[in-house]
């Protein structure tokens, strides 16, 4: 069954991952970022590493599931990574694991600070900066790779047939650090509806 069409206005972000007025799809969208995963990863690129949550990880993904139950989500998608899906299990959602959900590969930048990487590749990080499709992390992912997966990964889930679908992947920070979250404790959730 192929779900409602949207009745949102065309829109783009700014690597158009999302565009089009009239596609079919999913209503409601919650972006979930994987709970906390410790002090040793806070601050450092932690991509392809397969780290567990911590306990506060726990708890914050356990807090999610009134969240996602109270969005009325029926379809959750997330990242095979190991923190990914033990927030999808804590927060009571069974997931269908999406490959193309994985945080980005940063190559030798893996568990490096941001100072770290800064110090060893000023050049690289200026022309990442500038987010050029063809940029690729130093032995990693390149930047035109990363996008074409997760709009891979955007589409399926807009043309989902669920009402609301939830993912549960990574980027962004700890709630408190600028990023949106649905409630105090909880992994930081982004909710896109119509």
């Given at each position: 069954?192929?779900?409602?069409?949207?009745?949102?206005?065309?829109?783009?972000?700014?690597?158009?991952?999302?565009?089009?007025?009239?596609?079919?799809?999913?209503?409601?969208?919650?972006?979930?970022?994987?709970?906390?995963?410790?002090?040793?990863?806070?601050?450092?690129?932690?991509?392809?590493?397969?780290?567990?949550?911590?306990?506060?990880?726990?708890?914050?993904?356990?807090?999610?599931?009134?969240?996602?139950?109270?969005?009325?989500?029926?379809?959750?998608?997330?990242?095979?990574l190991m923190r990914a899906v033990r927030t999808a299990e804590l927060a009571g959602v069974k997931a269908v694991v999406c490959d193309d959900l994985r945080?980005?590969?940063?190559?030798?930048?893996?568990?490096?600070?941001?100072?770290?990487?800064?110090?060893?590749?000023?050049?690289?990080?200026?022309?990442?900066?500038?987010?050029?499709?063809?940029?690729?992390?130093?032995?990693?992912?390149?930047?035109?790779?990363?996008?074409?997966?997760?709009?891979?990964?955007?589409?399926?889930?807009?043309?989902?047939?669920?009402?609301?679908?939830?993912?549960?992947?990574?980027?962004?920070?700890?709630?408190?650090?600028?990023?949106?979250?649905?409630?105090?404790?909880?992994?930081?959730?982004?909710?896109?509806?119509?």
């Amino acid at each position: 069954m192929i779900g409602p069409v949207c009745p949102c206005p065309s829109f783009v972000s700014r690597d158009g991952l999302f565009f089009g007025h009239g596609l079919r799809m999913a209503c409601c969208l919650l972006l979930v970022r994987h709970g906390d995963t410790g002090a040793q990863y806070r601050g450092r690129f932690v991509g392809r590493t397969d780290v567990p949550l911590s306990e506060k990880g726990e708890r914050q993904a356990a807090a999610l599931g009134p969240v996602v139950r109270g969005a009325g989500a029926t379809r959750c998608f997330c990242s095979p990574l190991m923190r990914a899906v033990r927030t999808a299990e804590l927060a009571g959602v069974k997931a269908v694991v999406c490959d193309d959900l994985r945080e980005a590969d940063f190559g030798r930048w893996e568990g490096k600070t941001f100072e770290e990487v800064q110090a060893a590749d000023r050049e690289l990080v200026a022309r990442w900066a500038e987010w050029p499709a063809d940029f690729a992390f130093p032995g990693g992912e390149r930047i035109g790779d990363f996008l074409a997966r997760v709009r891979r990964a955007a589409d399926g889930m807009a043309s989902d047939s669920a009402e609301a679908v939830v993912a549960v992947t990574h980027g962004g920070g700890d709630p408190g650090d600028g990023v949106p979250s649905a409630r105090p404790g909880c992994p930081a959730v982004c909710g896109v509806q119509r």
